[in-house]
């Protein structure tokens, strides 16, 4: 009887878990399928099937939430993807039902303030390392956060004060802290310098520098 109820009891725990989502990651995933995307769950389940050439995360849209057209703005919101096919861009819903089609007169400004990074990568000997001094004096080590190490460091956009860094040693990609721990293992030919990090807490990875795939911070992929 105790051996049953143990076996159900972590029956249990493990479903439990493996109902848990994520929730400093999207809901919907874009996913690529034979040079087509569309979007998967947390657990890997096509929600919107791959028809689309260009498909971007849920997220707002400044240009259509500052529309001149009234009607359109709601399609702004962050209930709404963008994605294109047949070079015709459209929004599309949760339930990947086209809702708007973009078109030139809708588009509004974006008046978004920049702020600079604090950290920056520096380039010493060709090696790159990590600073956040302006003036920065190479003879005196206490002048980097990292010592010029890697062969190549870029600060991806997001948090200001502790940002993730794409790192490449041995020509091979992975991701540090500003401490230098290893985030990402030095394990992918490639990894993408674009918004995923800041806008869905996930990084775009690639083994082989043709396909790519989404991953969180503790290496899991999507």
């Not at 143990?6 to 399928?33: E, H, N, R, V």
């Not at 070079?87 to 599309?92: D, F, G, L, W």
């Not at 020509?171 to 806008?199: A, C, E, H, R």
């Amino acid at each position: 009887m105790k051996k049953l109820l143990s076996l159900c009891l972590t029956g249990f725990f493990l479903a439990t878990y493996s109902q848990m989502k994520d929730t400093a990651i999207p809901a919907l995933i874009p996913q690529t399928i034979n040079q087509k995307t569309g979007y998967v769950n947390q657990s890997g389940k096509v929600v919107i099937p791959a028809e689309y050439h260009i498909a971007m995360f849920f997220s707002e849209d400044c240009n259509l939430l500052n529309s001149p057209n009234k009607k359109v703005r709601m399609y702004g919101s962050d209930d709404y993807a963008t994605v294109e096919k047949n070079q015709i861009t459209y929004r599309i819903d949760r339930k990947g039902t086209r809702v708007y089609q973009y078109k030139n007169e809708d588009l509004g400004k974006c008046t978004l303030p920049y702020e600079s990074p604090k950290y920056k990568a520096f380039v010493m000997n060709g090696f790159y390392g990590l600073v956040s001094k302006e003036d920065v004096d190479y003879k005196n080590y206490k002048d980097f956060e990292i010592y010029p190490q890697y062969q190549m460091l870029y600060v991806l956009d997001s948090d200001k004060e502790n940002p993730m860094i794409i790192a490449v040693l041995d020509n091979k990609f992975g991701i540090i802290n500003k401490n230098n721990q290893v985030v990402i293992p030095f394990i992918y030919d490639d990894i993408k310098t674009n918004l995923s990090w800041k806008m869905a807490n996930l990084f775009e990875v690639s083994r082989d520098g043709k396909e790519y795939f989404y991953i969180n911070k503790n290496n899991h992929a999507y």
